[in-house]
Structure formats: structure tokens, C-alpha cells
């Protein structure tokens, strides 16, 4: 298969891996709201999403680092470093000791990345 027609998988792998993430987090927010309520809503199959494009669930929300973390699998300290040399999103402050990242700079960020084939090219 060539670099053009592995795009669309790769893009749909992707969304699925955000939306994972995603999952992981709320059941997270669960754990520690509601003991015993573990299990993600379930929902007809015929509602679920059909296409990588059907992933955007939530419209763009402010993300907090540990949310940032789990979605690129980068640690804390690699996203501020690339943050320094520009090749981060840069979050939003909300108060002295608040910020937060728009989910939609963090899919296009991860979106651009290059893809193996075209790495060192």
C-alpha cells in the first residue's frame, strides 16, 4: 500500500486512539466522583460513530495537562519542552495558576504529525 493510501487509516486510527483517551478519562472522572459507577455509558450501535470525521463528540474543549498527556501519550516535561521550541500548542491562561489547552490545537498538532514513511525525508 503506498503513504497516500494508508492516510485514511491512519487518520481513523488516530481518532480512535483520541477517542479512547477520552473514554479513559471520563471513567477516571468516575472513579473518583462516584464509587461503583465504572462503566461508560452504553449506547445503541446504530449511534455510534461511523467515520473518523464522527469522532468530534464535544465540540472544542479546554483540556488540563493530565488530559493533554493521555491523549498525545507525552510526558509533562516533553510537552513543555516542545512547547519552548514552538512545535507545541500553546494553552490558554485562565487565572494565575490555571491553563488549559483547546482540544481542537491538540488534534490539529497531532494531525500534522509526519507519518513513519516520512520521517528523516
Known sequence: MSQTADEPLIAFVRALARRQARID???EAQRHSAPGSLQPEARPMDELPASSHSFQLRGD???KLR???SITSLGSSAIYRRMKAGKFPQPKQLSDACVRWQ???IEKWMDELPTTGSIGK
Open 25 to 27: 478519562i471520563e471513567l
Open 61 to 63: 474543549r479546554l483540556l
Open 67 to 69: 488530559e493533554v498527556m
Open 103 to 105: 482540544e481542537s490545537d
